[in-house]
């Protein structure tokens, strides 16, 4: 018997030895981190990066969720299903044939493909099951009603909707857009299908590249003509692929057509594959250096200049667990870092089985079929705790400049990341530490320490693989510090930390509020006014930081900018209250 019980224990401990997780990176003991503010600099916090996949409209219970959650951007429809989406029926339904041909690889060599999904298509259509046009329509009213305004819209629109006649005005399309208008929503934004690059989400009717970019130019004119401020975007590669390894570069030879680029990136590797566990974790901690290669080695590569709208995007590894939520934060934060870059970010999804905020269950249905669903009382997931938290540091912002000074996890990937941000006369500090050990902060003011009075909060971990649910109105944020004691970050935390008595040089900061820019986007020419009357010096530059115009100015002032040039440009005014910078679109 004892040596049964002892082959047991034997077997365990090899088993815990084998799966445990170490901390993928060596890093200083007793390391430190110093967050240096410029409170000079600062940049308008852009809302859009907190989108969502919000879906299913329909029910008291699903509007009564989306009610709660106040999205910031609604997506319709999303995924795969927008492919498919018949406006006039509010369904999911088969355009075109089965299966088709297609040409794959540089050589082009055709292949046959049959439609993804292709089954469920079929039921979807059959059973006539909604997508929730109608639901949504009567929460975009409600919307309105109570705030003067309707939700923001991210529109994917089917391809494959107008037929084989590229040169016939996109009928449907425009038939659409003006359903959308009758309806009461606003068409400012519109993906130009979803993850096309995929043969199997295209179709027969748009089966290559050459197909769907007469598309995208014939649907892209069709809505210019009803409304010139419409933006458009293409759908491009993250990574290699092999089906159609030029797409990127095929859709781009002509830029013309599109005002910006889709991409979706998730992020992530299971610590249950033997194939990649030694990685999975250290993958989600530095997840925002593996979603910035999928712009910069890729959407960079051949459209530098057009912005990100991240419509799709997830870390995971393994669940929702710790590093996946830490990831999740440090993300965020690097896109704040780089708003020049990402315009839009939709994490995918909320209320969906896919990186959900929300516990799902499983139950039996009526047919004795397993079924899952959103759990009722709602609770959080650490996706939906960790979106919580970064809504609250984030949201309705002013962006503090500042710099870090702290060991890195890898190149490129500090251990401790921060962003200070200004709200309501508010100076707070968001930070996330990625590593395995309490880390001590020092805060710099223009040069001067910060050692007054600091609320601390935070959410943290007792190891990577630690996954916590709580009530949807339980505070995921733990009181650490209120007072002058010394801040130490809690190992694998997420953090808001008020500064009660920060001195900022508020009077050297450009208000944005008395800047106006406009129009903006533009066609390369644009006005600049100011609410007070002094002298202000301007410089653009290009996306990679060339100079490219300079001048002065008084009060007000129209620019051209040289050379017929078009993409996003960063404006920077300085004045003798301080330095502002500002993106520029041009069309």
């Known amino acids: 018997m004892l040596k049964k019980l002892f082959c047991v224990f034997a077997a365990q401990l090899i088993f815990a030895i084998v799966f445990a997780q170490d901390y993928p990176f060596s890093l200083p003991a007793d390391m430190e981190a110093t967050i240096n503010i410029s409170s000079t600099s600062t940049e308008v916090y852009n809302n859009l990066l907190l989108g969502t996949n919000t879906h299913h409209f329909s029910t ?7 009610n709660k959650l106040k999205p910031i951007t609604i997506r319709f429809p999303h995924g795969l299903w927008a492919n498919w989406y018949d406006w006039r029926r509010d369904v999911t339904r088969l355009f075109g044939t089965e299966s088709f041909d297609y040409e794959q690889g540089v050589n082009k060599t055709l292949r046959t493909k049959t439609v993804d999904k292709l089954e469920n298509i079929k039921i979807f259509d059959r059973l006539d099951i909604k997508v929730g046009i ?3 329509t009567s929460l975009n009213a409600s919307r309105k009603l109570n ?3 309707g939700f923001d819209m991210m529109w994917t629109f089917n391809m494959s909707a107008d037929g084989t006649d590229f040169n016939n005005g996109c009928p449907e399309t425009i038939a659409r857009y003006d359903d959308l208008i009758a309806r009461g929503f606003e068409v400012k934004v519109v993906e130009m299908g979803n993850e096309n690059f995929y043969p199997g989400q295209r179709s027969s009717i748009i089966p290559n590249a050459e197909d769907y970019i007469a598309r995208a130019k014939s649907m892209s004119a069709a809505l210019k003509a009803k409304d010139p401020n419409i933006r458009v975007s293409i759908p491009l590669l993250r990574r290699d692929n092999w089906a159609n390894p030029n ?13 910006a680029v889709t991409v979706h990136t998730y992020v992530g590797s299971d610590p249950d594959d033997a194939n990649a566990s030694d990685e999975a974790y250290g993958t989600a901690l530095t997840a925002r250096k593996h979603l910035g290669n999928s712009i910069y080695d890729y959407a960079h590569q051949v459209a530098p200049n057009k912005p990100i709208w991240l419509t799709e995007w997830g870390v995971k590894s393994g669940g929702p667990n710790a590093v996946s939520a830490l990831g999740m934060a440090d993300c965020y934060i690097f896109m704040s870092e780089n708003q020049d870059i990402f315009e839009r970010a939709n994490w995918f999804s909320v209320n969906g089985q896919l990186n959900s905020h929300y516990v799902w269950e499983t139950y039996i249905s009526p047919s004795g079929v397993e079924r899952p669903r959103i759990k009722y009382p709602l609770e959080k997931t650490l996706f939906g705790s960790a979106y919580e938290i970064i809504r609250l540091a984030l949201e309705n912002t002013t962006l503090i400049e500042s710099d870090m000074q702290v060991a890195n996890l890898v190149d490129g990937v500090k251990a401790v990341n921060a962003r200070v941000v200004t709200k309501d006369g508010k100076t707070s500090v968001f930070v996330v530490n990625l590593s395995n050990q309490d880390v001590p902060f020092n805060i ?4 001067v320490a910060y050692t007054d009075a600091a609320i601390h909060k935070a959410m943290s971990f007792s190891s990577m693989d630690e996954e916590r649910t709580m009530g949807i109105d339980v505070d995921p944020l733990t009181l650490i510090g209120d007072g002058n004691e010394n801040i130490t970050l809690p190992k694998f935390s997420i953090n808001i930390i008020e500064l009660s008595n920060a001195s900022l040089s508020t009077s050297k900061i450009v208000k944005q509020d008395e800047i106006s820019i406009y129009p903006n986007p533009n066609r390369g020419t644009f006005n600049i006014k100011l609410s007070h009357g002094e002298e202000v010096q ?3 530059y290009s996306i990679n930081g060339i100079e490219i115009q300079k001048g002065n100015f008084v009060s007000s002032k129209e ?3 040289k050379n017929n040039q078009t993409g996003i440009f960063l404006m920077q005014l300085k004045g003798s209250q301080g330095t502002s910078t500002h993106k520029i679109v041009v069309n």
């Open 559 to 561: 620019i051209r900018l």
């Open 444 to 447: 710099n003011i223009d040069g």
């Open 60 to 66: 008291t219970q699903e509007k009564d969720l989306i």
């Open 147 to 149: 705030t003067g305004k």
């Open 247 to 259: 797409w990127n570069t095929d859709l781009t030879q002509d830029l013309t057509y599109f005002d």
């Open 134 to 136: 109608e639901g949504l």
């Open 538 to 540: 301007y410089h653009i």
